[in-house]
């Protein structure tokens, strides 16, 4: 019989002996006869045995309980039993007790003879230990896994991209259930996901669709969806990553696990929200004077950023008007006045009230006067409509700006602004000027003024 196992030997093996493996073994799974090819101190060595025998003599050097594990997960009806689910059967194994050396013996059937085994050897050396050495140590990180899973996970799976085997692990019992990919997924849409998102879930979540996102994501996706338990609805966050086996790097399996993420994100909310109020002026809402310098030197060092435009913008006769109808009334000029800032400057400007009853506001890559001085001529018009008790009360407002040119600093943009905001005070106030650096540096009159109503310069 084994004369037909020696022409197939000679046929398939000893090429693919001599690049990978240390052993190679036929089996006849009726009779349990073993043949064995492996290289001796002396060359390629041949001999005959029976599997049981085989397999005694790998494990001979292991601890006892290492032995009878090995023994165990070799047993040939075993083996058998696992190749009609999976193409290969491997298992690891440490050949020498007390070594930190590491082996991998691997089986599958011949395609010519389905009857007969054929199981390689290989050496996996030292450098793949530190990753398996607690294979024989399973329970106490079979406890860990377990806690993770009762603690941080709402759903578990695991999904053999090879085989299309998925395994979803119930996260309070532990329970062991395998079903198709798709059934897993269509139970968890079912089961979890609030109505509305069931459909979109399905379709991120198709065979094809996710291990195309992961290929496209270096193996890793994640995505949010909301979950109702009947106590409440619930953000999940589901977490999908692309593995390759660490001793067979053509096999990749998928690991999916959902996080409930509602108190983390209330706790972001609750941040954020804090962070936001460190950043405001508790008066107006808009920013407070260090949050808004901090925003402007950063827009200012940005290499790709085209510049802006900054303006100081003071209440004339403020501290009159405080006098004359009192401190609330006072805020709600400065609350009126942060209100049309916000509609007259964009979104993305930074607007903030620099302390008292002076503002700022930089206009993001605004380097061009006339869109500017639009802006500022509009602010002026709802300023002079304020009202107070039903009784128009006209505010006016200096206001002098600085345009920044390549390598300008905020101290520069803001001293050249300052600048500015005083000639307007000095020529009787109600208007707008601009720094003009040629004129700087000629010593001439440092700004172009104009007062609001008027056109002049």
């Excluded at 003599?57 to 009609?84: D, I, Q, T, Y």
Aim: aromatic residues 12%; negative net charge; hydrophobic residues 40%.
């Amino acid at each position: 019989m084994f004369k037909t196992l020696d022409i197939t030997f000679e046929g398939i093996a000893l090429d693919f002996i001599r690049k990978r493996y240390d052993a190679f073994f036929l089996v006849d799974a009726d009779s349990g006869r073993c043949m064995r090819l492996w290289r001796g101190a002396l060359g390629e060595v041949r001999d005959e045995r029976s599997y049981q025998e085989t397999i005694d003599a790998l494990s001979a050097n292991m601890s006892e309980h290492e032995r009878a594990a090995f023994a165990l997960k070799l047993e040939l009806g075993s083996v058998l039993s696992a190749l009609e689910e999976h193409p290969f059967y491997s298992v690891y194994y440490r050949p020498d007790a007390g070594r930190e050396r590491l082996r991998r013996l691997m089986a599958w059937r011949h395609d010519r003879a389905k009857r007969i085994l054929l199981v390689a050897l290989s050496e996996e050396g030292e450098r793949v230990w530190p990753f398996s050495r607690n294979l024989f140590e399973l329970p106490q990180y079979r406890e860990r896994f377990h806690f993770l899973l009762k603690n941080l996970c709402e759903f578990y799976l695991e999904l053999d991209v090879e085989t299309g085997d998925c395994l979803k692990i119930d996260t309070d019992n532990f329970e062991e259930t395998r079903k198709p990919f798709s059934e897993h997924i269509r139970l968890i849409a079912e089961k979890n996901i609030v109505p509305s998102q069931a459909e979109a879930f399905l379709q991120e979540f198709e065979r094809d669709n996710i291990l195309g996102l992961l290929h496209r994501n270096n193996g890793l996706f994640t995505c949010r969806y909301t979950a109702d338990y009947g106590s409440g609805k619930r953000e999940l966050l589901i977490v999908a990553v692309l593995m390759h086996d660490l001793f067979f790097e053509a096999r990749e399996q998928v690991f999916f696990y959902a996080q409930d993420i509602t108190d983390l994100k209330l706790q972001e909310e609750r941040n954020r929200r804090l962070a936001d109020m460190s950043r405001a002026d508790p008066l107006t809402g808009l920013l407070n004077r260090a949050a808004c310098e901090k925003l402007i030197v950063r827009h200012l060092g940005n290499s790709g950023s085209a510049g802006g435009t900054l303006l100081m913008i003071d209440v004339d006769n403020f501290k009159e008007f405080n006098d004359a109808y009192g401190h609330p009334a006072g805020d709600s000029v400065l609350k009126y006045l942060s209100k049309w800032m916000r509609a007259v400057f964009r979104q993305d400007d930074y607007i903030c009230r620099w302390g008292g009853d002076e503002f700022m506001v930089f206009v993001r890559n605004a380097v061009q006067l006339p869109g500017v001085r639009t802006r500022i001529a509009m602010l002026c018009e709802k300023a002079d409509k304020f009202c107070l008790d039903g009784i128009r009360r006209p505010i006016q407002l200096s206001i002098g700006g600085s345009v920044a040119e390549p390598g300008d600093s905020f101290e520069v943009l803001f001293a050249q602004a300052d600048r500015a905001l005083y000639s307007v005070k000095r020529n009787g106030r109600n208007g707008w000027a601009f720094f003009d650096r040629n004129r700087a540096m000629q010593a001439q009159s440092i700004c172009f003024f104009e007062r609001h109503g008027q056109n002049s310069v």
